[in-house]
C-alpha cells in the first residue's frame, strides 16, 4: 500500500511515522508514506498557499492551485482508489471505513487549514471527507496521522499476532474487556480469581461479561450496531 499526504507541516506528520509499529510497516515495505508540502507547490512569489474568501468573513481559504498541481502531479504517477480530505465536516471516522481504507492499494490524503479548501477542490478531486471526532483540531495533519495508524496496523504482516487487530475494541463493536499482568497482587489489588483460575471456558464468559459491561456503560451506542 501506498499514502501520499499534502500538507503545509510535513515536520508535524515525521515523529509519527518515525517509531514503533509505523516505522516497522514500513521498513518491512508493507507500506510506502510520503510527504508533500503543499508551500512546494505555490507558484506566486511569496510563496502563499492562501487567500481571502469571497464573500467576505473571517479566516483564510487555502488556494485551488497548488493543491489541483500536486493531486494532478500524484495521479499522472499512478491510479488513486481515494483522494480523501481531512475534516471537522467530513463523515466521522469508524473502525469499518479504516477496514474498508486498508484493502486498497494508492491512497491520497489532503489535511486541511485555516477555513478549509477552497470548494472546487471537494467537488472535482476529492472522494471522502472524514472527520476524527467532533471537536475542531488545529490542522487535519494530526486527524490523518491518527487515519493512516488506524489503517496501517490492519496490513497484513504489520502486527506480529494476526489475531490482534480482529480482537481489538470496535471490531466486534464492543470495547475490550480489562486485562492484568504480574504480580498477582499489588498493594492488596488482586487481579480476578477467575483469570488465574485456569479454566478457559470460564475466562471467556467473563472477558466477554466485562466488555459487555464496559461498552454498556461507557459506548451504549456501539450495542446499537450488534449483529
Ligand atoms: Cl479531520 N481536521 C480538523 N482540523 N479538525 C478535526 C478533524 C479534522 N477531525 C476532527 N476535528
Redo the contacts with the bound molecule.
Sequence with gaps: MRIDILTLLPELLAGPFSASIMKRAQDKKLVEIHFHNIRDYATNKHKNVDDYQYGGGAGMVMSIEPIVTIIEKLQHERTYDEVIY???D?VLLQQAICNDLSLKGNIMLLC?HYKGIDERIREHFITKE????S??????EI?AAVLTDAIVRLLPGVLNDETSALTDSFQDHLLSPPVYTRPPEFRGWKVPDVLLSGNFPNIEKWREDKALERTKDRRPDLLNKTQ
Excluded: C, D
Design positions: 481531512l475534516t471537522p467530513g486541511g472524514i472527520s476524527i471526532g471537536y475542531v483540531l488545529s490542522g487535519g486527524a
